[in-house]
Antibody
Framework: EVQLVESGGGLVQPGGSLRLSCAAS????????MNWVRQAPGKGLEWVAN????????YYVDSVKGRFTISRDNAENSLYLQMNSLRAEDTAVYYC??????????WGQGTLVTVSS | SYELTQPPSVSVSPGQTASITCSGDKLGDKYAHWYQQKPGQSPVLVIYQNNKRPSGIPERFSGSNSGNTATLTISGTQAMDEADYYC???????FGGGTKLTVL
C-alpha cells in the first residue's frame, strides 16, 4: 500500500525556518517525481515545488523561489522541504504528492505550518 | 504564469448532472486533471488526462477538454459527491481556484 506521511509542521515566527519531511513507503520512491502542494486555511490548492527522481531537477512556484528548497533522500525514501524566511502567507497545510505522470495519484495527510508571532 | 479559472460554486439537485468548468489559455492543448477534496481530507484524483478515470472512481465522473475549457461532468450526482473540485493543467502543475459543489 502506498503511503506518504508528512511531518515537521508547527508554529514558527515570521522570518523563521522549518523543515518538512515526507516518509514514503509501499512503492519504489526513486522512480517518481515528487511534489509539495499547500493549502492555506479556507483556500485552494497551490503547487509549491517538485523534484526529479534523482534530484537533478527542481522547480518552484515563484512565490517561494529563493526561500524554499526541495530535496530527497532515495536511500531513506524521504522527501523534504526546507522553508526559510517564512511569511504569514506561507501558513498552510503542506501535502506531499506522488507524480504518476498522469496526475497526483497519491497524497499524504498533510502537515500544518503556521507562521505567526 | 499560467492561470486556470473555475466558478466558485455550482449547485445541483440529487440525480441531476453537474458540470464544472475550468478555463485557461489554450487549455485544450494540454492535459487537464481533476481532483475532489472533501472537508478535512486530502485531495483525490478523479479524472486524469482530460477524460480518464483512475481505478475506483465511479463511472458517473467524466471529463472533456477542448479549446480554452476543460469540463468535469458528474452524472446522476449523489450527496456523497458534495465537495470542492480542482482542475490542474499538467505541464505547469497549476491548479484552478476550486469549485464548491453543493448537492441540494
Amino acid at each position: 500500500e502506498v503511503q506518504l506521511v508528512e511531518s515537521g509542521g508547527g508554529l514558527v515566527q515570521p522570518g523563521g525556518s522549518l523543515r518538512l519531511s515526507c516518509a514514503a513507503s509501499g512503492f519504489t520512491f526513486s522512480s517518481y517525481w515528487m511534489n509539495w502542494v499547500r493549502q492555506a486555511p479556507g483556500k485552494g490548492l497551490e503547487w509549491v515545488a517538485n523534484i526529479k527522481q534523482d534530484g537533478s531537477a527542481k522547480y518552484y512556484v515563484d512565490s517561494v523561489k529563493g526561500r524554499f528548497t526541495i530535496s530527497r533522500d532515495n536511500a531513506e525514501n524521504s522527501l523534504y522541504l526546507q522553508m526559510n524566511s517564512l511569511r504569514a502567507e506561507d501558513t498552510a497545510v503542506y501535502y506531499c504528492a506522488r507524480d504518476d505522470g498522469i496526475g497526483f495519484r497519491y497524497w499524504g495527510q498533510g502537515t500544518l505550518v503556521t507562521v505567526s508571532s | 504564469s499560467y492561470e486556470l479559472t473555475q466558478p466558485p460554486s455550482v449547485s445541483v439537485s440529487p440525480g441531476q448532472t453537474a458540470s464544472i468548468t475550468c478555463s485557461g489559455d489554450k487549455l485544450g492543448d494540454k492535459y487537464a486533471h481533476w481532483y475532489q477534496q472533501k472537508p478535512g481530507q486530502s485531495p483525490v484524483l478523479v479524472i486524469y488526462q482530460n477524460n480518464k478515470r483512475p481505478s475506483g472512481i465511479p463511472e458517473r465522473f467524466s471529463g472533456s477538454n477542448s479549446g480554452n475549457t476543460a469540463t468535469l461532468t458528474i452524472s446522476g450526482t449523489q450527496a456523497m459527491d458534495e465537495a470542492d473540485y480542482y482542475c490542474q493543467a499538467w505541464d505547469s502543475k497549476v491548479f484552478g481556484g476550486g469549485t464548491k459543489l453543493t448537492v441540494l
